[in-house]
């Protein structure tokens, strides 16, 4: 894509899933002109925070390796989650140095100007239609 929008939270780096398109978006370049980061209000881009996500994205690694090991057939899905964590690790640095930079937008100051921040991104749309995955919270 030649512009992308994450929402990012504490639990998009935990993701496989998000974790994965950023990954994508990152090997893919030009971050700058092309990603731009929308915090939803409980993203922590501290040092701290950052030691955390890599020691559990080794531990994801270790567990994907182990199960290529122990298993002796059908190793198709085994090996796509390995390649899928490897790519997460090998784009991860890159991706926090990119959104981590404050060049990120606030979820709450741009909902409050009917998205237009985000509308100027994109030039000549109108409308913003905004998605987040349901959580078990969501539904009560």
Same mark, same amino acid.
């Given at each position: 894509?030649?512009? #992308?929008?994450?929402?990012?939270?504490?639990?998009?780096?935990?993701?496989?899933?998000?974790?994965?398109?950023?990954?994508?978006?990152?090997?893919?370049?030009?971050?700058?002109?092309?990603?731009?980061?929308?915090?939803?209000?409980?993203?922590?881009?501290?040092?701290?925070?950052?030691?955390? #996500?890599?020691?559990?994205?080794?531990?994801?690694?270790?567990?994907?390796?182990?199960?290529?090991?122990?298993?002796?057939?059908?190793?198709?899905?085994?090996?796509?989650?390995?390649?899928? #964590?490897?790519?997460?690790?090998?784009?991860?640095?890159?991706?926090?140095?990119?959104?981590?930079?404050? !060049?990120?937008?606030?979820?709450?100051?741009?909902?409050?100007? !009917?998205?237009?921040?985000?509308?100027?991104?994109?030039?000549?749309?109108?409308?913003?239609?905004?998605?987040?995955?349901?959580?078990?919270?969501?539904?009560?």
């Amino acid at each position: 894509a030649d512009r #992308v929008i994450m929402l990012l939270s504490d639990k998009f780096f935990y993701s496989d899933q998000c974790m994965y398109e950023a990954a994508l978006v990152t090997e893919a370049g030009n971050l700058d002109a092309r990603l731009f980061p929308v915090n939803i209000g409980d993203y922590q881009h501290n040092e701290e925070f950052y030691g955390n #996500v890599l020691d559990y994205w080794e531990k994801e690694e270790q567990k994907a390796h182990r199960d290529l090991e122990i298993h002796t057939f059908g190793l198709e899905p085994f090996q796509d989650k390995y390649e899928r #964590v490897k790519m997460i690790k090998e784009q991860i640095g890159k991706f926090w140095s990119h959104v981590t930079k404050e !060049n990120f937008l606030d979820f709450s100051a741009v909902s409050k100007n !009917n998205f237009e921040e985000i509308l100027k991104l994109f030039g000549g749309m109108t409308q913003v239609a905004v998605w987040k995955p349901v959580t078990s919270e969501d539904l009560g």
